[in-house]
């Protein structure tokens, strides 16, 4: 650690990590749900296990984001942060708005909290991934609004490094598309068009960016190559990923009254949009071939590497399983949709997350580059455990998936609804199983902070690495 | 990469790749919004529809169901339940108002949610406007 303005960082990453295990009890709750139609029913509906589910991995990975932001731009800027106490401040004004946020989806039903939150006057709430009561989005907009004020006068004050403008260009185009979730007109076709902005263009455009710094971030730092190639590097993938994102949208264009043109755009150009994530694999993978040190954070490394592989796996391959549009016609909206958001947010933007976390945190704690060898092998356990139990969660729930589709659309005599999920049930089963195995996984991550032992400096071979 | 290709054309690429495609989005958003009253029969979203999208959003109806496509996976496909149902506005609210308080034992179940007479009625009118959306023929059967 450089600047001792990267320290607000830490309680950044620290609740990350917390609301991640919440979200996964949640994802726990909900594959029981799945297979025991009553179970905590009616005090913990579906719907509200879902809420609590999907909004805490959003927020945590925001969290990661904001956390990754304080640690890399004073280094990239090489200058201390404008506003430690802002920062500091941003945090708890956001945990705790979450946190109430959550509790009233848990303590009272989801029409009530609209009524007290004062839905009537702005009506945002109801929305897939946009449940958060109005009052809150707002509250969202205003952190949102000081950490970009924060980071950007840290950013234009400093060195302009290519790493920090493009995280800022993506921290920006989150927090503007951010906007479009308070449009929500009586008209379901223009609400759910526009909802795609904050959702795709989150998710397959502006986050990309955010994952590609911090990814090129770290691998500058690992690697000790030439921060000039990595640059290079992470433009052309960028470039690709807005090339290919942004009409790519028209793969959510296919089905909910807009006009047939999309189909083809949205086919097309979401077919390429495994092509950014694939040069992400090329790219990490050949910065590592070519490192010139050997970072004494091996769990660091493990991870980079492991967001490179699996986003490319999560985003690409399992989203071009079902984008075309002729092949969605029959998917859209099953379990095969459910097995590839899974991979695809572990894989691009939990694993970014805790690549960062395993970076910075040593730093952080103990200001050395790594953490001991007992803790780096534990969370390298933990990586394994949680990517082999992600996939295997994705491999049942594709199978759940098909065999949807196969009974429920295809067959001579389709099947209803209800009926087909009972005779899948066995895939649910499986999938809770691997549930619980990436649970375990995620206790020795938590546990891995735990762990005594020296922390490691020094470096095996060569040239001695100075971050 | 080799070395030819320089960190300056890459950034051309991106700026100009992005600000291009951009462009081309908005475009695109223009002439989609232009031909949208065609197919979403927006003549047809009276105030007891507004109403009915209202009820659907308050009660989080999205969070089990999917409303063409789109939502959860855990309940039956809606924007078509109209078309399921008989195309009976009466099957729909009767479905709805029923359901049991407790649930049933070991079986997924929609929650009471104590709707008015009135929000029953827009619920149903709105699930009736969103059947009648041209959306391209999807899903491929009644089962949804």
Redesign the interface.
């Known amino acids: 650690m450089q600047y001792q303005s990267q320290a607000v960082a830490k309680p950044y990453f620290i609740a990350a990590i917390g609301l991640f295990v919440g979200q996964i009890l949640f994802g726990l709750i909900l594959g029981l749900?799945?297979v025991?139609?009553?179970f905590l029913?009616?005090e913990i509906?579906?719907?509200?296990s879902?809420?609590v589910h999907t909004n805490l991995l959003i927020v945590w990975l925001l969290f990661g984001f904001m956390g990754a932001t304080y640690y890399l731009v004073p280094e990239e800027a090489e200058r201390e942060l404008y506003s430690p106490k802002l920062a500091l401040a941003l945090f708890w004004i956001f945990l705790v708005a979450g946190a109430l946020t959550i509790v009233g989806y848990l303590a009272v039903p989801?029409?009530t909290l609209?009524?007290i939150t004062g839905?009537e006057l702005l009506?945002t709430?109801?929305?897939?991934f946009l449940?958060q009561p109005t009052i809150t989005k707002v509250g969202i907009v205003v952190v949102a609004l000081g950490f970009l004020f924060n980071v950007g006068v840290t950013v234009l004050a400093g060195r302009k490094t290519?790493v920090n403008i493009v995280l800022l260009t993506g921290l920006t185009g989150l927090a503007l598309l951010f906007l479009f979730s308070f449009y929500?007109p009586?008209?379901?076709?223009?609400?759910?068009?526009f909802w795609w902005w904050v959702v795709h263009l989150w998710v397959e455009g502006v986050w990309e960016l955010i994952l590609a710094s911090i990814l090129a971030f770290v691998l500058i730092k690992v690697t000790g190559v030439d921060r000039?190639?990595i640059?290079?590097?992470l433009?052309?993938i960028?470039?690709m990923a807005?090339?290919t994102g942004?009409?790519g949208?028209g793969h959510h264009?296919?089905?909910?009254?807009?006009?047939?043109y999309?189909?083809w755009?949205g086919s097309v150009f979401s077919a390429l949009e495994p092509i950014p994530f694939f040069m992400m694999t090329v790219f990490a993978f050949n910065m590592i071939n070519k490192r010139r040190r050997d970072h004494p954070n091996k769990a660091a490394v493990l991870w980079a590497m492991g967001t490179a592989v699996m986003a490319f796996l999560g985003a690409g391959v399992w989203g071009f399983l079902h984008t075309l549009s002729p092949v969605n016609?029959?998917t859209?909206?099953?379990?095969i949709?459910?097995a590839h958001g899974h991979l695809a947010f572990y894989g691009a933007y939990v694993l970014i997350v805790l690549t960062m976390i395993s970076y910075a945190m040593p730093h952080l704690r103990f200001r050395q580059p790594a953490a001991s060898a007992r803790a780096q092998l534990m969370e390298m356990w933990s990586f394994w455990l949680m990517t082999i139990a992600m996939i295997s969660i994705t491999l049942f729930l594709t199978a759940a998936g098909i065999l949807q589709v196969w009974m429920?659309?295809?067959g001579e005599e389709?099947?209803?609804?209800?009926v087909v999920?009972e005779k899948i049930a066995l895939f649910y089963w499986m999938r809770e199983v691997s549930g619980l195995i990436f649970f375990v996984g995620l206790m020795l991550y938590v546990g891995s902070f735990f762990v005594k032992g020296e922390a490691r400096e020094s470096v095996g071979s060569a040239k001695p690495a100075t971050a | 990469m080799s070395d030819s290709f320089t960190k300056s054309m890459a950034r051309n690429i991106y700026l100009g790749g992005s600000v291009f495609f951009i462009l081309l989005f908005l475009v695109l958003t223009f002439d989609t919004v232009r031909t949208l009253p065609k197919r979403d029969h927006r003549e047809n979203i009276t105030p007891q529809v507004a109403l009915g999208k209202k009820v659907w959003e308050d009660n989080n109806c999205v969070g089990c169901h999917t409303l063409m496509g789109e939502g959860a996976y855990y309940a039956p496909e809606l924007a078509n339940v109209y078309d399921r149902f008989g195309k009976n506005k009466d099957v729909i609210k009767m479905f709805i108002a029923t359901r049991p308080k407790e649930g049933v034992p070991g079986r997924r179940s929609m929650p009471q949610f104590n709707l008015s007479e009135q929000e029953l009625d827009a619920v149903a009118e709105f699930l009736k406007w969103t059947s009648e959306i041209d959306d391209a023929n999807w899903p491929p059967n009644i089962q949804g």
Do not use: C
């Open positions: 749900q799945y025991m139609g009553d029913f009616p509906p579906f719907n509200v879902r809420m989801y029409a609209a009524e839905n009506p709430m109801g929305r897939e449940e290519v929500n009586a008209n379901l076709v223009l609400d759910k068009m000039e190639v640059e290079k590097w433009y052309v960028i470039a807005l090339i942004i009409i949208t264009y296919y089905w909910i009254g807009l006009p047939e999309w189909q755009l016609y029959y859209h909206g099953s379990q949709t459910a429920q659309r295809m389709p099947l209803p609804f209800m999920q």
